[in-house]
């Protein structure tokens, strides 16, 4: 799943992760973590990730594989934040491509943009509260005093500042939405208005995917 930072992937990520039973892996939560925990990766992504840039495709990649080695991806997984260049789009689709004993039975890769027009982002964005403990986003509008998740403090993210933002959307245009085109023709490629309340967002993903599926 991919779309503009503020898209709402995250909310819908947690939601689907449970409606499918699959694990939800999240590219920006696992830097995040490094990042608290001071491990090599978090210092070497750290001030990458405050400016709003992209980590190194290589890297990035390396995570998610060894990500995906793990047994409990085997009925599938969600990709939440990956790919987000044109590189590591290639990257996957060779990961995912069948191997000499036959298709991978995590087939097909189902591909969902969500779009969300520019204003309505920077809105949200503005608007955003994490957790300080866990990461995890408040799940509503109306309550930011603590998380619900695990009762930690609630902040803004560092990288929703107003300057940073605006270098992420810059770097989403040059190069994420490159993946539209990228994706644009297969037959597993879906859009999906993620300008809607966040059920009706949910509901239209899982019938996208299920057309997807049942073809
Ligand atoms: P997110 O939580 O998905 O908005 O990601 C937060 C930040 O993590 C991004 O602004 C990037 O700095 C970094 N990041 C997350 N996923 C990727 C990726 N696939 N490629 C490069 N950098 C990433």
Not at 65 to 87: I, S
Not at 116 to 129: D, G, K, S, T, Y
Not at 167 to 177: A, D, L
Not at 180 to 194: I, S
Request: net charge negative; charged share 25%; glycine share 8%.
């Amino acid at each position: 799943m991919f779309g503009p930072p503020g898209a709402g992937k995250g909310t819908q990520a947690v939601r689907l992760a449970r409606t499918w039973a699959i694990p939800h892996i999240s590219t920006g939560a696992l830097l995040r973590e490094a990042v608290r925990a001071e491990t090599p990766l978090g210092l070497e992504v750290k001030a990458i990730m405050a400016a709003g840039g992209l980590v190194d495709d290589a890297l990035i990649t390396r995570v998610v594989q060894e990500r995906l080695q793990q047994p409990d991806t085997k009925p599938g997984f969600l990709l939440d934040g990956y790919p987000r260049t044109v590189a590591q789009a290639q990257s996957l689709d060779e990961f995912m491509a069948p191997g000499p004993k036959g298709p991978d039975p995590r087939d097909p890769l189902v591909i969902v943009e969500l779009f969300v027009p520019e204003e309505e982002v920077l809105r949200r964005l503005a608007a955003r509260m994490v957790c300080s403990e866990c990461g995890a986003n408040a799940q509503d509008d109306r309550d930011f005093s603590s998380c619900s998740n695990c009762g930690g403090t609630m902040v803004p993210r560092v990288d929703d500042a107003e300057d940073v933002v605006r270098k992420r959307m810059e770097v989403y245009r040059r190069q994420t939405e490159p993946l539209v085109e990228y994706y644009g023709k297969r037959a597993t490629f879906r859009r999906v208005n993620g300008d809607q309340l966040a059920d009706e967002v949910t509901s239209a993903i899982v019938a996208a995917v299920d057309n997807v599926l049942r073809k």
